[in-house]
């Protein structure tokens, strides 16, 4: 479509026009005269409003993406420190299996189990559990299980426990959590999955019992969890 | 002086005598909350001192335009699409920095300092002092920050700055020290009580200063009238 310049210089014309209007309108005065009446107030939060949503709206869209694909790659890195990279050649994102655990106390109704395959068949899997009732709130946590029942390892990825007490169940501040690697509910008794003080294998912490107690428990929790779908999960 | 008296004494206010917390006692919530190491206590204040500035300067800009009657809903409107629009891009553009500072970031809106400042300074004034004013608040708010988390992560746990290269990158490792070796510490001061305590003390800290200065600006003044009393 070409335009000619009569018109075009029609159209500068307008818009220099619409550009002064607006200048004018803009001008402190003629605001200051604007200011009190009730229709300019309803108007300027209504644009206020619509200006907010629409870019706030834009930028999730446009950056939906790009953030969930952040997330993947977080969640790969935590299941990659769990699983082994030698025990697995599959894209363990793309290899999931919802199973139900409300009844197992792990802070989900579903949870969403990734599987580590090598040559097509299942050696291990991985998936997040929550203690729900640590000493102030949730531990959120991710284990990876190899085929036989055993813990390939445990790693905390949030809580809010109490720093300098609670938080040695970090791997960056203690190696406490690297006990449980190779422990398994056949290698173990059921009495023998607590801490110390309550006749278990694991240390507590000085000062902090109750965040120790509350992981171990739940990492029982996710065995029996496996333990009750295993067969449907090493044998997809 | 390269700058003109009036930018001087924004500086002078934001930065010392009508501070963020110590001059107007605002903004304790997140202050109290993230200093538990100076670390912590940088990022926030680095946080906000982008998000202040960007509110103080969109705010001002907009001054004219925002009657009276209706500034503080438009107020909380700006500031509120401004620190989820940094949250958002930040998660996806700076993701190994949201996850140290992603926290702060939504403290933000809790920080009433930003409200203070569009209310009593950037409402009024021009769009170049208003971005002065709120980098100079920034900056203040970030000094008290980094004073008090470093104060507490000193005697909490005798270390100063630790894991500041997860925040600043591999080069600044070097802020990593250890001030007390072998230091049994001493949790209170990590906790929340430690950071009212803290918090006393270097408001107590501040206003002896203050008292110093003016004593030494009328000393005579102060003087006789001691004696009289």
Known sequence: MKLDPATIERLEAQAIQYLDWLKRWLEPANLARLRPKLEFQTGILAGFALIASVLLGVTNCSTEGTIQQRLDEDLKYSLEEVVPAALHDNDMLQDTRNIPSAEYNIGAEQTTVYLAKKSAAVTAVCFKFTAPDGYSGAINMIMGIDRGGNILGVRVLSHKETPGLGDKIEVSKSNWILNFVGRSLDNLTPAQWAVKKDGGEFDQFAGATITPRKSVQAIYRGLQLFKAHQAELINP | ?229
Not at chain 2, 108 to 135: H, M, Y
Not at chain 2, 202 to 221: C, E, N, S
Request: hydrophobic content about 55%; overall charge neutral; aromatic content about 8%.
């Open chain 2, 1 to 229: 002086m390269f700058l003109s008296a009036s930018f001087r004494k924004i500086a002078a206010d934001g930065i010392w005598n009508n501070n963020i917390v110590f001059g107007q006692n605002l903004a304790l919530c997140p202050l109290l909350a993230v200093t538990g190491t100076a670390t912590n206590g940088l990022g926030m204040g680095l946080a906000t001192l982008v998000v202040i500035t960007a509110s103080n300067g969109l705010i001002s800009v907009a001054r004219h335009l925002i009657p009276s009657e209706i500034r503080i809903p438009v107020f909380v409107l700006l500031i509120a699409a401004l620190v989820t629009l940094v949250d958002i891009l930040m998660n996806a553009w700076a993701h190994e920095l949201y996850k140290v500072l992603g926290l702060f970031i939504a403290l933000i809106v809790t920080n009433c300092a930003l409200l203070g400042r569009a209310e009593a300074f950037a409402s009024k004034q021009p769009v170049k002092e208003a971005l002065w004013d709120g980098l100079m608040m920034g900056l203040g708010f970030t000094l008290v920050l980094v004073a008090l988390g470093a104060a507490r992560e000193i005697s909490s746990s005798g270390t100063l700055f630790a894991n500041a290269s997860l925040l600043l990158g591999e080069s600044f490792r070097f802020l990593e020290v250890t001030v007390i070796p072998d230091y049994k510490g001493f949790l209170l001061m990590a906790l929340p009580p430690g950071g009212f305590i803290m918090l006393a003390f270097l408001i107590v800290g501040k206003r002896l200063i203050d008292q110093k200065l003016a004593f030494k600006k009328a000393p005579a003044v102060s003087l006789t009238e001691a004696v009289i009393e």
